[in-house]
């Protein structure tokens, strides 16, 4: 009985390594991400400490309710390096084939925006530049009239 107790405490706590390695699998999807922003679109030194921020916020709170749920909020070093172990496996095994589809994606959205843009944007821009000639008469008119009076 008592071995049978030991046994469910060490599957459950190969689990939880094992689901540790998993976030870190995740995490590095997620900095992937951002680097692919990075690349895409040129960035301010502002808004790439607005992203970092971001990316370690999310994961620290991540890792956070990873402890909270699976562990009773402890902390066990054998789920730190679980994520690190993760991190790695991502970045070089998984980091080559996971970056050129973030890259279509991100590309793909940028090419609907650019489309969406195109659509809605012309009769906006239509709209704008024929109210403004339409403004510049007026002022005209009224500088004409007043003019005369």
Known sequence: MENRKIAEEIIRQLQL???SGVYGVL???????FRILRKTFVHKNRIVHLEDIIFCLT?????????????QGMIRFYCLFGVEGGVLLYFFVLSRWVGKVLSYLVGFFCRI??????IFGFPGK????NTGKTLKNMRKTIKIIR???
């Open 17 to 19: 390594f094992s689901l």
């Open 27 to 33: 995490l590095g999807i997620w900095y992937e991400f």
């Open 59 to 71: 994961a620290a709170i991540g890792l956070f309710i990873l402890f909270q749920v699976y562990n």
């Open 113 to 118: 925006i650019k489309i969406a843009r195109g």
């Open 126 to 129: 239509v709209i704008v530049k």
């Open 147 to 149: 003019n005369h009076k």
